[in-house]
């Protein structure tokens, strides 16, 4: 098949999402789930700007950690931007993702390991220990072929040392029993850098939504320790300056 015919496959509003892979470095996978973490969410407003205060090198005042415009307010004081220069807001926050060399165009692929408001908890594809796989929730919303192919790409080329399988079915993780002919729709193969597609003819694992975590437990929407995640970002940010030098 061309490339063009696997982008023509119709994927439903909400597709399993199934990844499996060779286990990696943790080093690799605090890289990994620093550079694909998009926007942080969880009902820990504390937490949450405690992560933003490191990624965007501000300081946060102690009696005002748990407001939700608490980083967008430091940012603006420190850059010295009216409250309503949100130009100027998106241009520092735009910077300081480069120098962490996040993948801004990850609309289907991104992690949530650090923290999550989702019904399961913090979730994606790469764990902390390095385990590479996920069976349990749906990409989406209204994913293509083709968005999910270059998501991948990025991927690749900024983590070539991936080795891992990711299919998409025609139906969500929680309706494997409910759907007639339920089964993987394509297959994305990541190594060495590169991407390629298939038709698969079976699951790489059948997916299973959940398990589901407390709700209103603020602290199973944490996936990581402040320390962990200030010397994940640490490191990240040592590695993109190094590569600046080179």
């Known amino acids: 098949m061309k490339k063009e015919d696997f982008f023509n496959i119709a994927l439903p509003k909400w597709p399993a999402l199934i990844v499996r892979g060779e286990k990696i470095t943790a080093d ?17 407003s504390e937490f949450v700007n405690a992560c933003q205060s490191l ?42 993702h480069k120098e962490l060399g ?16 989702w019904i399961g908890g913090p979730h994606g594809w790469c764990d902390w220990d390095g385990t590479i796989g996920c ?32 299919q998409l079915a025609n139906h969500e993780a929680s309706e494997t029993d409910g759907i007639t002919d339920p089964r993987p729709l394509v297959e994305f193969i990541v190594k060495d850098g590169k991407v390629k597609m298939i038709i698969p ?15 209103g437990d603020r602290g199973s929407e944490i996936g990581c320790t402040l320390d962990q995640f200030f010397n994940a970002l640490t490191m990240v940010k040592r590695k993109m300056e190094d590569q600046k030098v080179q």
């Not at 990850?106 to 999550?116: A, K, M």
């Open 28 to 44: 690799q996978a605090a890289e990994i789930i620093i550079r694909t973490t998009g926007h942080l969410s969880c009902n820990s």
């Open 55 to 96: 990624i965007y090198d501000v300081q946060i005042p102690t009696e005002k950690i748990d407001r939700y415009d608490a980083v967008t307010e430091s940012i603006m004081e420190k850059i010295g931007a009216d409250e309503k220069d949100w130009e100027s807001l998106w241009k520092y926050k735009e910077n300081k």
């Open 102 to 117: 996040i993948l801004e165009d990850l609309f289907y692929l991104g992690n949530e390991r650090i923290c999550s408001s």
């Open 135 to 166: 069976s349990n929730y749906n990409i989406g919303k209204w994913p293509t072929v083709q968005e999910v192919y270059e998501g991948w790409q990025l991927i690749a080329k900024a983590f070539p040392y991936l080795n891992l399988r990711c």
């Open 201 to 215: 003819k079976n699951y790489i694992t059948v997916p299973e939504f959940g398990p589901f975590i407390n709700i």
